[in-house]
């Protein structure tokens, strides 16, 4: 099983190199919109109860990445879609190898991208004055939970082109998570939401996959805010590829 999954998700990573317009947007529009937040909004740092920053990059980072993980499940949808529309899905069924390699193979690709969209807007921020003041251990920190929440993005991408089953519907369903990233605490504190937004995003997991790369950027390693980010992001990670590997036997039972 795992030999099939690493074939597949190699594959996957070199269609994706093949074909830059599926990861360009991943990292551009995220870019763009924390280029526009963080020209636009610096001063909301001088509210009262806004947490003590470097500065208002620091704090938008993390809404950033959040961002980028959540079009990167787009990415895997969409091309897990065009395979089912072009035949190359019914060939992998076809073929003697575990069916669950099928997903797990795009999911693992998923990961390998989410670990290098971290990376970008770490390096990205480093260059433009942001500072992650946990340094090393905090690095590694926003890298896990980054990588864990890019994975479960991607599994809930196949989820979505398995049930669909085409590209164009997965598209236009992707665009639902967003309203969820809007109503976390991936843009702005938690603290100075009002309600109903500070309900729905005190029970975001969302808010907590943020925070918990939020943390290490803007202060000192925070016990709670690590283990609820990474506890968050590995619960909606296994749900997601379980949710995977169901629908994946429902399409096999359907075919």
């Known amino acids: 099983m795992i030999a099939p999954a690493l074939a597949l998700a190699r594959r996957t990573l070199m269609g994706a190199v093949r074909r830059p317009q599926f990861l360009a947007p991943l990292v551009?529009?995220?870019t763009l919109f924390l280029a526009v937040n963080t020209g636009g909004l610096t001063r909301t740092t001088d509210l009262p109860g806004f947490p003590q920053?470097?500065?208002f990059l620091d704090f938008e980072l993390a809404g950033a990445i959040t961002q980028s993980l959540l079009l990167g499940g787009v990415?895997?949808?969409i091309g897990t879609a065009l395979e089912i529309e072009g035949g190359f899905f019914d060939r992998l069924v076809a073929s003697p190898i575990p069916r669950v390699s099928i997903v797990l193979g795009r999911i693992l690709a998923g990961s390998a991208i989410a670990a290098g969209q971290v990376v970008w807007f770490l390096v990205l921020g480093l260059l433009f004055g942001a500072t992650v003041h946990a340094g090393v251990p905090g690095v590694l920190l926003v890298l896990v939970i980054g990588v864990l929440a890019g994975t479960g993005f991607a599994a809930l991408g196949v989820v979505l082109a398995l049930r669909a089953r085409n590209a164009s519907t997965v598209q236009g369903i992707f665009p639902i998570v967003f309203v969820i990233l809007l109503v976390s605490s991936a843009w702005f504190p938690r603290?100075?939401?009002q309600a109903p937004a500070s309900w729905f995003a005190d029970y975001n997991p969302l808010s907590y996959i943020a925070e918990g790369?939020?943390?290490p950027i803007i202060s000192a390693v925070s016990a709670r805010a690590a283990l609820e980010?990474?506890?968050?992001?590995a619960a909606m990670t296994a749900a997601f590829v379980a949710l995977a590997v169901w629908a994946l036997r429902g399409r096999l039972r359907d075919a």
């Open 229 to 233: 980010g990474v506890a968050a992001a």
């Open 213 to 215: 790369m939020r943390d």
């Open 53 to 55: 920053v470097g500065g």
């Open 75 to 77: 990415m895997q949808g």
């Open 28 to 30: 551009i529009m995220p």
């Open 191 to 193: 603290e100075l939401l």
